[in-house]
């Protein structure tokens, strides 16, 4: 689906379906009827793993699909040498259309807009209560790139053994997120069981600041993660082994996906719209009708503030609106 703002990897590059058409017919390239389905599980420097039928098959893009991205989540089509063996490679010739796409606008060290995950229905946001302390803004962020995406936010609080969650559950209440909190010490059927139960039937991606033992979890959730990557880790210039790509991973018997990201740092969110981020905010919503062209909710005009005035909605639901959407003007860190 087409997102609003500008994107670098999208298939809507100028000219190309029209220069396509008028191709004479025995020129054009094959349907591909033939392409098996594939679900993307990690790209490396242009390597495409995907599962086909159970079989996990190497990939490269096809030249025809020009620009478009290839991305963890992403259902493909995928042609030539399925067996899966080692050294054997093929083809990736279309991405099918994405239910979500996770994006994050370019920052310093990257000056591209990126879709992270293709496909993830919820986003899971994981935080340690300590150790390293817990940043709010980064939350903050991570839950408006959530909302902006249409994924459902999960605040996952690790760490449970070093401090109480109550501060940060207070302060994310009016938001009214899911939320579960979990401790290594304790991890046990009943704690692993219950973060399975929030991800049944889901494709979560997984995000965090490095330290906050998403590892650790993730591990817990997907016992046979080791095998699966080993390939995906590269060592460093400082020598430290650091997962270059997402990596989805199935959750026991088939219920779910967890999509596993590099640790991160910012979440640029240039590219999000506040009309879009509102919709995750039902209650505010009608109220919005009559604000100002491209309002940013939090100007004299914008009529939120009549709407919560005259008891439409909660103070503190605008109040945790706003915060959210102030964070797109601030970097983490500030
Ligand atoms: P990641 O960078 O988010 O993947 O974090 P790791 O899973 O590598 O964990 C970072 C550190 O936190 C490691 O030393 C873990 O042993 C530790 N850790 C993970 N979970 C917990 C927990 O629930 N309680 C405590 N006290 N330490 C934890
Ligand atoms: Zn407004």
Redesign the pocket.
């Known amino acids: 689906m087409r997102r609003y703002g500008k994107h670098t990897d999208e298939d809507d590059v100028p000219f190309r379906p029209s220069r396509r058409n008028t191709r004479p017919r025995t020129h054009r390239r094959p349907a591909h009827e033939d392409a098996a389905e594939g679900f993307v599980l990690t790209v490396d420097r242009g390597r495409i793993t995907c599962l086909v039928d159970e079989r996990s098959v190497t990939a490269m893009k096809a030249r025809e699909l020009g620009r478009k991205s290839v991305v963890v989540g992403d259902r493909v089509a995928v042609v030539g040498d399925l067996s899966g063996k080692r050294d054997t490679l093929a083809r990736v010739v279309r991405v099918e259309e994405r239910s979500s796409t996770l994006r994050r606008t370019a920052d310093d060290d990257d000056p591209f807009e990126r879709v992270v995950v293709a496909n993830a229905d919820q986003l899971a946001i994981?935080t340690a209560l300590a150790?390293p302390e817990p940043r709010p803004r980064l939350i903050d962020r991570c839950l408006v790139a959530a909302f902006d995406a249409g994924l459902e936010p999960l605040l996952i609080l690790?760490?449970?053994?070093?401090a109480s969650p109550e501060p940060l559950l207070e302060t994310y209440a009016p938001l009214g997120v899911s939320h579960v909190v979990?401790?290594?010490?304790r991890f046990d059927e009943t704690s692993v069981g219950a973060v399975l139960q929030l991800l049944a039937g889901r494709i979560t991606a997984f995000v965090?600041h490095?330290?906050?033992?998403?590892?650790?979890?993730v591990n817990a959730l997907v016992p046979q993660r080791q095998r699966a990557t080993g390939h995906v880790n590269a060592v460093t210039g400082r020598g430290r082994h650091t997962t270059v790509s997402a990596l989805a991973l199935p959750l026991p018997d088939a219920s779910g996906w967890v999509i596993d990201t590099p640790?991160v740092r910012s979440f640029g969110l240039h590219h999000v719209d506040p009309a879009r981020v509102i919709h995750a905010f039902p209650d505010l919503a009608p109220g919005a009708v009559d604000c100002p062209r491209a309002c940013s909710h939090d100007e004299p005009d914008c009529a939120l503030d009549a709407w919560v005035a005259d008891g439409h909605a909660d103070p503190q639901r605008l109040y945790s609106l706003r915060r959210l959407l102030a964070t797109r003007e601030r970097h983490e860190g500030d």
């Not at 690790?158 to 070093?162: H, P």
């Open positions: 994981v150790d690790t760490k449970a053994d070093l979990t401790s290594a010490e965090g490095s330290g906050v033992g998403k590892t650790t979890l640790g």
